[in-house]
């Protein structure tokens, strides 16, 4: 990474797709993935490494939200694989104008032998439909957040 990382979805880049993957794959709460999520979607998010000059040192990184006008060093940036109010915050953040179609556990099995598989989460606003499944609800939130920026082409 470089000493700044600011590049947005609306410019080109990073590439959600690859976020996405990152989201199927984990097994639970991921402070790192929170980060990247941060980064991602937050309009004005950017991160610079106040030790790039020492390249032998662990980065010290400095975060700014310039949309709320904060710089700070970690602890701010919310736990969006592990809160439901974050994860629902994201979603009304950056994706004005959509609903919640569909909340629910996912199971397999007949009654009364039932297996919980995850959480469903269904977004919609009129134009895209977009589905997020995990085992936990907060990430399948996340999940349909990302699909849904995805497909109305990145705009933040």
Sequence with gaps: MTSTDSKKIEDGGPDLSAL??????????????DEAIWLAVIPGASRKNLLADHPDEKPLWEYHDVERNLCFRG???????????AAVSLAERVLPGWVVDHIGQDYAGDIP?????GWCVELMNGEHHVVG????????????????????GGEA
Excluded: C, F, H, M
């Design 20 to 33: 996405i993957e990152k989201l199927e794959k984990a097994e639970g709460p991921d402070r790192e993935l």
């Design 75 to 85: 602890g701010i940036i919310p736990s969006y694989t592990s809160s439901i109010d």
């Design 113 to 117: 032998v039932l297996r919980g598989l």
């Design 133 to 152: 499944q995990s085992k936990s609800l907060a990430i399948a939130l996340v999940l349909a957040t990302l699909r849904a920026l995805q497909s109305k």
